[in-house]
């Protein structure tokens, strides 16, 4: 575990000073990192400190909590297809941000958008809290969960339909496809509060995921609380799913695929895979980070979609090779 961990951690740090460095801005490395941390008012300074460092640091945090929750999620379910946007909350917060595009509030004030969006996960999570009862199984959570997706989605294809302005239009879709450019650190500072305090949460449980592997009895008679698991998992969940779909869009596949990806070096124990699944998907982000400056560097390719193409494949193929064991 110790080789897994300072792995993991040599290969985030690699992959956020490479992020710190790789840009359209002809800056080496010596000058780069000179100007970051011992710059003066400069453009190079400026360029490093407000651009690439907030750039650096959202896909560090928004990467690890995502793969955080994943794991949290796949673990409190066990089900390996859960991931972090299960309970509703990631499509309640796209549903905040589209409203705010739509009626010009985003335009009108600079902290609109990602405020907005944190007003939509909030109400997302109070609706699949009142849905799901606060004793209900883990069936009703996950049923709450799509509900509240679904009607997210729906009233944000209809706010897409209805949208007279087509180039609100374009900037939700191109918004919903997520993105970490032109953020700053202002939209670090709105995210850094919730991120920690969410990770938190979810690092709390790892005790409680690992009963839970015995079973719900089993679990109890350990002395884990189901209902307070359940709710400190929905909390945690809600504040890093809801800060980060508010700074950054809709990014998907990194909860799902990260903890599948790292399950085995753990010993398939949910508590181990939080932190190895945090810190694997901050390497992921990061990674898909740097290849979408890096492949077309003169067009605005979204990290959504890079995500996507990234994790698609790699969960077919373990979908592939799980049917190959199991065979």
Known sequence: MTRLALLLTALVGVLFIT???????????????????????GPMTL????????????????????????????????????????????????LGAVLAIQTGVAAGFALGL??????????????????????????????????ISALAGAFTSLVLNLSPNPFAANE???????????????HVWIALPLIVLGAALLLSLSRGLDALTLGEDAAEAMGVRLSRLRLTLI?????????????AGAIGFV?????????????????????????????????????VRVILPTRDLKLGVV???????????LIFRTRRDGM
Do not use: C, K
């Open 47 to 94: 360029v490093m400190r407000e651009i690439r460092l907030p750039r650096a640091l959202l896909g560090l945090l928004i990467g690890g909590s995502l793969g955080l929750a994943g794991a949290a999620m796949q673990g409190y379910l066990r089900n390996p297809l859960a991931d972090p946007g299960l309970i509703g909350v990631s499509g309640s917060a796209a």
């Open 307 to 317: 995500t996507a193409l990234i994790g698609a494949p790699l969960f077919l193929h």
């Open 235 to 247: 909390f945690g969940t809600a504040a890093v799913v809801g800060a980060s779909t508010a700074v």
């Open 172 to 186: 939700i879709v191109f918004w919903m496809m997520g993105s970490l450019a032109d953020r700053s650190m202002t």
């Open 255 to 291: 909860g799902l695929v990260v903890p599948h990806l790292l399950r085995p070096f753990v010993g398939a124990r949910p508590g181990r895979l939080l932190w190895a699944s945090g810190l694997g998907g901050a390497a992921m982000l990061l990674a898909a980070d740097i290849a």
């Open 114 to 147: 990602p405020l907005a969006a944190l007003g939509g996960a909030l109400i997302g999570m109070f609706l699949v809290l009142v849905l799901a009862g606060p004793r209900g199984s883990s069936l009703t959570l996950i049923l709450a969960g799509i509900a």
């Open 19 to 41: 992020a710190l460095l790789v840009g359209p801005a002809d800056i080496g490395p010596l000058q780069s990192l000179t100007a970051l941390v011992a710059g003066d008012e």
